[in-house]
């Protein structure tokens, strides 16, 4: 299983970024899986911030990005994105997409079997 997340980059307060995460190695529309999208600032613990199922099924972890990230996925690019809109400057982390081999959604980095090298957003004031 190989995961590769893309798309961060600096932008301004209040900007839009979408991350992407290329799986592999596995069957995107078959196989049990959630996918879960994560983050670390410097001196800070990696957080979970949602999550995907097969079936579609989305969470959300923490009450900061409800209303401003969202997550999708698309079956035939074998991705799931990460939508970011009115980005503020607490939001500057390497983000990170994971893959749980279970259709259920959890938070917890540990219940996690998969990693990308992660993303730097960096967003500025």
């Known amino acids: 299983v190989q995961l590769v997340e893309s798309g961060g980059g600096l932008v301004q307060a209040g900007g839009s970024l979408r991350l992407s995460c290329a799986a592999s190695?596995?069957?995107?529309?078959?196989?049990?899986?959630?996918i879960g999208w994560f983050r670390q600032a410097p001196g800070r613990e990696r957080e979970g911030l949602l999550c995907?199922?097969?079936?579609?099924?989305?969470?959300y972890y923490v009450h900061s990005v409800e209303g401003r990230f969202t997550i999708s996925s698309d079956n035939a690019k074998n991705s799931v994105f990460l939508h970011m809109t009115t980005l503020k400057p607490e939001d500057t982390a390497v983000y990170y997409c994971?893959?749980?081999?279970?259709?259920?959604?959890?938070?917890?980095?540990?219940?996690?079997?998969?990693w990308g090298q992660g993303t730097q957003v960096t967003v500025s004031s």
């Open positions: 995907i199922s097969r079936s579609g099924f989305k969470e």
């Open positions: 190695g596995f069957t995107f529309d078959a196989d049990e899986y959630a």
């Open positions: 994971a893959k749980r081999s279970r259709s259920s959604c959890l938070p917890w980095a540990g219940a996690y079997d998969y």
